[in-house]
């Protein structure tokens, strides 16, 4: 059972910055990936950023390309999303996922963290 616990969310103007962080409990295999999703208010789940433990792959959503980054932090279990640029369509609730087999589904889930961007 993997445990994960985001941090990082608050109150940022448009233009600005924030890293959202997640911790594991233990990383899955290296191949295996960790992923970033976000629900706005009256809509679905939908995906952001996901990259593998190793490293070695990340895939983007076309509406934060160029604007968002995510990275890992081996020694300390952890998964990081660095937001540049936000605008207010930004905001929603921040969920990391993990998934335990490469190419596998997302089967553990953080509680989320919200981001509201004000214009």
């Known amino acids: 059972q993997v445990q994960l616990r985001e941090t990082g969310g608050g109150l940022v103007q448009a233009g600005g910055s924030l890293r959202l962080s997640c911790a594991a409990s233990?990383?899955?295999?290296?191949?295996?990936?960790m992923a970033w999703f976000r629900q706005a208010p009256g809509k679905g789940r939908v995906f952001v950023a996901a990259i593998t433990w190793s490293g070695d792959n990340t895939n983007y959503a076309t509406s934060v390309k160029g604007r968002f980054a995510i990275s890992t932090d081996h020694a300390k279990n952890t998964v990081y999303l660095q937001m540049n640029s936000l605008k207010p369509e930004d905001t929603a609730v921040y969920y990391c996922?993990?998934?335990?087999?490469?190419?596998?589904?997302?089967?553990?889930w953080g509680q989320g963290t919200q981001v509201t961007v004000s214009s």
């Open positions: 996922a993990a998934a335990v087999v490469p190419g596998g589904a997302y089967l553990y």
């Open positions: 233990e990383r899955t295999d290296s191949s295996a990936s």
